[in-house]
Each structure stands twice: as C-alpha cells, then as structure tokens.
C-alpha cells in the first residue's frame, strides 16, 4: 500500500500529516509507503516551514529531511491513495488525474470520522496554534486511517 498525502506548497500541512500518518501507521504494525506532494510548484526543494517543523518536533514528529515536491503525473499510477488536504487541492489533482486513476483521489480527513471536518486548514498565513491544530487533524486523520487499513 502506498499513500500520497497533499496540498499546495508542500511545506506546511502535508509535510506533517506525513510525518504524522507514517508514525502512527508504524506504531499500528502496518506496512504502508507514505509520502506527500504539492499541487503546486512554488517551494519545490524547500524544506518545510519552520514553523511546521517546531510544531511538530514539540508534538514528536521529525521533519527535518523533508523537501517539498510537486505533484507529477506519475503519482497516480505509484500511490494507491491519492489524499487531498483540501477541496481546492483535491479540484487540482483531478484536473490532472487520468480518469483510470480517478477512485484513488479523494480528502484525507474523510478517512478521520469528524463530521462536517473534511480540509486541513492551510495554517500558512495564521498562528502557531492553527499549526498545532494541523497537528491534531492529522491524528484524527491516522486514527481514521488505520481503523479504514485494518
């Protein structure tokens, strides 16, 4: 099983929810690739923003080795799931998606069981506690993930 986590730039949520899905995945026992993309192309090479990366040390997760990458047509074939943080992310990788690849598309947080919370609010412009609040959908997100993997 591999997973494809993403957002716009790459270097804020789906950097953590990454990091996050592939601890909590591991921690359950299950073999499963994860890796994250960018619909967008603006920090390719970059690392993650370093507020990303102090939020997250501070909650237990490594983000150091990361480098932002955009989404390539080749993803959809690679991954099995394809998982947006957000609708306007989620319209942009079905702009591209071959339509045999369509069913592998869809939100992360759908997976989570949070009622009316389906996006990872982009955390970029706001505080450190919209990047802590990242942090916690992303749990809710691997919760849901297993549970859905077992």
Request: charged share 25%; net charge positive.
């Amino acid at each position: 099983m591999r997973i494809l986590v993403f957002c716009m730039g790459n270097i804020c949520r789906s950097p953590v929810v990454e990091a996050v899905v592939r601890k909590h995945l591991h921690a359950a026992g299950l073999k499963v690739d994860v890796a994250s993309a960018g619909t967008e192309n603006y920090h390719v090479g970059d690392r993650a923003d370093p507020r990303a990366i102090a939020s997250a040390r501070t909650a237990g997760y490594d983000l150091a080795a990361h480098r932002a990458r955009q989404l390539h047509s080749t993803d959809f074939s690679r991954f099995d799931w394809l998982l947006a943080m957000d609708h306007v992310n989620l319209r942009a990788a079905r702009r591209a998606c071959p339509a045999d690849s369509a069913g592998k598309l869809d939100l992360f947080l759908r997976f989570a069981g949070l009622g009316d919370v389906d996006e990872v609010p982009d955390p970029y412009y706001g505080s450190s506690a919209d990047f802590q609040r990242v942090i916690e959908l992303a749990e809710a997100g691997a919760r849901g993930l297993i549970a859905r993997l077992r």
